[in-house]
Each structure stands twice: as C-alpha cells, then as structure tokens.
C-alpha cells in the first residue's frame, strides 16, 4: 500500500541546535514529495518540495530536505532552530491513481524548540 | 497570508442545525480541496474538486454536503452533524490535481458540534 509515515509524533530540540524532522514514504513510481508546517490556529503552509534533480531541497524559512532513494526518506532539516520554529510539521507524498493524482499526508510531527 | 480564505473562523451549531462553510481563493487555482483535521488523527482528505467537477468523494457522510459553483469558491453545507464531527476544516487549492503542485490552505474553521 502507499504511504508515509512519520516516526516520531514529538521533537523535542534546543535553540540554536540542528534539528531533523523524519519521514518515510512507500509509493509506486518517482515519488513526489512534500513538507508543510502548521501553527497553532493556522491552516497548514508549504515549505519545500522535491519532485527531481538534486536530492537536497532548500525551502522557507531556511529549511532544507534530502531525498534518499534507497532509504526511501524525506528527512526534513535546519541547521539552527529558533524557538518560532515550533509547530507541526506534516510531510506529503503524491499517489497515484486513476482518476487524479492524490496527494497524502503523514501524522505530523510535533517540533518544540527550547530556548 | 495564502491567498485562501475561509468563513467563519468559529461555528458551534447544534445537532439539528444546517450551516454552511465557504472557502475562497485568489489564486487562480483549478483544483480545491476540503480536509478534516481533528486531534490525535492524520488529516482527512474529504472532498477534492477539479474544474468545478468532484474528482474524489472519500467516504464522507452525506450529513456533508460539497459545492464548487465556479473554481474560486467552495461551500461545505452541514446538516444533522454529530458531536464527533466536531473539528478544524480546512480549505486548500493548487494549481490542479496532478500532484505536482503544493497545496495552499485556508487558516480554518473550528466547528464545535454540541
């Protein structure tokens, strides 16, 4: 079945400290690839995406992701947290299908960055 | 902001009310999109719309009834809801339903179902 999956439901990193956010995905064909993040009382937001060519993708906000085939990943990352980073971060993968081409999401991943 | 608005933010509705969800969007977009997001559980894909035609139905109770009169605006019309109907609904659109476009949300109504 296709998927994605978010391993971890809480983060918990320190300002100022390097954080990754995980995910994991399992789809038929080139996956195409998605990060979004959630504030509190907010809609979700768009970040990055990765659909080809090179497997690190720079985003928002200084967020960047790489995409590893063989280990089927989408690990989101930041070199520096800052305390505004906290908020649920969601990745995305598109599956195909007959009728339209379905985007799904992963749980979400909590982020707390700790000053 | 994203471009897509949603109204009201806010709606507590008893069981035996009928209200509606409009969601708007400036962006040209041909694709929209009605997601349910309710706590501890993975967002809902529940309606997606293509053109104004409905492309996706995802199982969803006909209490929740969608409209797309033109590719701006999209209405959810509620009816007989039930108290576990209770959660954020959120509006998106994108350039259409490839998939290889990002999806840009509204900020969401909050419906309290009492």
């Known amino acids: 079945a296709q998927s994605v999956a978010q391993p971890e439901d809480q983060v918990n990193v320190a300002e100022g400290n390097p954080l990754t956010v995980k995910c994991t995905y399992s789809?038929?064909?080139?996956?195409?690839l998605f990060w979004y993040v959630q504030y509190p009382n907010r809609g979700l937001q768009f970040l990055l995406k990765y659909i080809t060519g090179d497997n690190l993708v720079k985003g928002s906000y200084g967020f960047e992701a790489e995409f590893n085939k063989s280990q089927t990943s989408f690990h989101l990352k930041k070199p520096s947290a800052l305390v505004s980073d906290s908020a649920l971060y969601f990745c995305a993968v598109r599956v195909l299908k007959t009728s339209y081409d379905k985007v799904i999401f992963g749980p979400g991943t909590s982020l707390s960055v700790i000053p | 902001e994203t471009g897509v608005t949603q109204t009201p933010r806010h709606l507590v509705m008893g069981m035996t009310n009928k209200k509606s969800l409009k969601c708007e969007q400036h962006l040209g977009h041909n694709a929209m999109y009605w997601y349910k997001q309710s706590a501890k559980k993975p967002l809902e894909l529940m309606f997606v719309y293509s053109l104004e035609e409905r492309v996706e139905n995802n199982s969803v109770p006909s209490r929740f009834s969608p409209e797309c009169p033109n590719s701006s605006h999209l209405f959810l019309h509620l009816h007989t809801l039930q108290p576990e109907d209770s959660a954020l609904y959120l509006c998106?659109?994108?350039?259409?339903?490839?998939?290889?476009?990002?999806?840009?949300f509204g900020p969401g109504t909050r419906l309290t179902v009492t």
């Open positions: 789809v038929s064909g080139n996956p195409y």
């Open positions: 998106a659109s994108s350039q259409d339903t490839s998939g290889n476009y990002e999806q840009y």
